[in-house]
């Protein structure tokens, strides 16, 4: 048994501790076999060498969140938690390894949470297009968004354009009241919803004001060069072999472009060809171009959405 103290400098202990302390008991109960008590502005930790030292680094790094964020909530602790238990697997070293993209408005930390999610990470960093193919749920959008968001954070890019094609899903945009914008608003809001999720509504509208974030149909991007961007074409299974040829030859220098889209949700027309399927055919093995399959294992849903997926399948 070792004993290390953690000291906690600069830090409001309710909000780092919690109310009563729950957060302490929250990570205690991590790992019954050490002991871990809170004395004035010290944590102190009892065990043994390998899990002192993993509830140390679990400390410091909620330490530095608290700094960032002002407080520590349960979820926090329970998410760093995770991240040791998936260390402890050798089945998934690629997903512990991965550091967090950006931590959302609310604190939360948002990374990859499977294999293949890492996989897609990694592939948007070595490549200038990826294309992102699976069912709903996977988190192949929501990854994709976090990383663009990164990007401008980082100065990466100077602007972000997420695009998708106003394709009906058993509906008619035309019966739908209000002008373009407000018929195509509703198509758009998964997009709004994740990056509502990872900058601050005021930064966000400041952002979308001066068009550094542009959401738009995928119309409104003909006869562009999108230089200096991270472009995201989300829903592509609804894409023509057209309108998919002339978005990607939208890419202009110092930019990268993501292509995400589930080809068992195509909601074209029958006698119509999707243009993601078509792309993936005709631009595999191209240098340069990444491609990933994610699959109902990446689901990050209600649980239940794993099952229907895989039900669907079988059917």
Do not use: W
Request: glycine letters at 6%; charged letters at 30%; a negative charge.
């Amino acid at each position: 048994m070792i004993e290390k103290i953690v000291e906690l400098d600069i830090v409001s202990l309710v909000d780092f501790l919690g109310e009563e302390n729950r957060n302490i008991y929250t990570l205690a109960s991590a790992f019954p076999k050490s002991r871990i008590v809170s004395r004035g502005d010290q944590i102190i930790v009892k065990g043994t060498a390998s899990e002192v030292e993993q509830i140390e680094e679990i400390l410091k790094e909620l330490i530095e969140h608290y700094h960032e964020f002002g407080r520590v909530t349960q979820e926090n602790v329970l998410t760093r938690v995770g991240r040791e238990e998936e260390a402890m697997l050798p089945e998934n070293p690629t997903v512990v390894a991965e550091d967090v993209l950006l931590y959302g408005t609310r604190g939360n930390p948002i990374r990859p949470k499977s294999v293949n999610q890492q996989r897609l990470v990694q592939l948007i960093r070595d490549n200038d297009l990826v294309f992102a193919l699976g069912p709903a749920g996977t988190g192949k959008t929501y990854i994709s968004v976090a990383l663009a968001v990164k990007a401008l954070k980082d100065r990466q890019v100077k602007k972000i354009i997420i695009t998708r094609p106003a394709v009906e899903a058993g509906e008619n945009l035309g019966f739908l009241p209000g002008d373009l914008k407000e018929k195509i608003d509703p198509y758009l809001r998964p997009i709004y919803d994740a990056l509502n999720d990872m900058i601050p509504f005021e930064k966000l509208r400041y952002y979308m004001e001066r068009e550094v974030i542009e959401i738009a149909p995928l119309a409104y991007m003909r006869g562009r060069t999108l230089n200096n961007a991270f472009i995201l074409l989300d829903e592509a299974q609804n894409t023509t072999p057209m309108q998919m040829k002339m978005f990607l030859t939208r890419m202009g220098p110092e930019s990268k472009m993501v292509v995400t889209g589930d080809g068992s949700q195509v909601d074209l027309p029958h006698n119509q060809k999707s243009g993601l399927k078509e792309a993936s055919r005709i631009l595999e093995g191209v240098k340069g171009i990444g491609f990933v399959e994610l699959n109902e294992k990446d689901v990050v849903r209600h649980k239940l959405v794993r099952d229907i997926i895989e039900a669907y399948q079988r059917s």
